[in-house]
């Protein structure tokens, strides 16, 4: 049994995760609209198996996470980030905390290869 990832309201998220850095998938596909983006990628999200999927989009004006659906957050890295330190401090804590976790990272950034 996968261990426990998040505590979402009163649901307990286990299995997996997958991470989307945004723009850096935006581009390859032609730069969509952000909004029509995340509203496929929730679609998306409620068809796959992944148990969980954060969509890391950069900057914003504040680093924030919303809960778009039960098993979908957007987080926004804020003035002074990107998505890609977003994802890798996010990789980091999931493994750190929950080890038997599967993580799966969605980029064509080069940085996240390191």
């Given at each position: 049994?996968?261990?426990?990832?998040?505590?979402?309201?009163?649901?307990?998220?286990?299995?997996?995760?997958?991470?989307?850095?945004?723009?850096?998938v935006?581009?390859?596909?032609?730069f969509?609209?952000?909004?029509?983006?995340?509203?496929?990628?929730?679609?998306?999200?409620?068809?796959?198996?992944?148990?969980?999927?954060?969509?890391?989009?950069?900057?914003?004006?504040?680093?924030?996470?919303?809960?778009?659906r039960?098993?979908?957050?957007?987080?926004?890295?804020?003035?002074?980030?990107?998505?890609?330190?977003?994802?890798?401090?996010?990789?980091?804590?999931?493994?750190?905390?929950?080890?038997?976790?599967?993580?799966?990272?969605?980029?064509?950034?080069?940085?996240?290869?390191?």
């Open positions: 049994m996968a261990a426990p990832l998040l505590v979402m309201g009163t649901e307990v998220i286990q299995g997996s995760v997958l991470l989307i850095d945004a723009n850096n935006r581009g390859e596909l032609g969509p609209a952000l909004h029509r983006f995340v509203d496929t990628a929730c679609d998306w999200a409620s068809s796959v198996e992944h148990e969980f999927v954060l969509i890391a989009i950069d900057h914003g004006p504040v680093p924030t996470a919303l809960q778009l039960k098993n979908v957050a957007v987080a926004f890295s804020g003035p002074h980030s990107d998505a890609d330190t977003v994802i890798v401090h996010t990789v980091d804590w999931l493994l750190d905390s929950y080890r038997s976790l599967t993580v799966t990272v969605v980029s064509n950034d080069r940085m996240l290869l390191r």
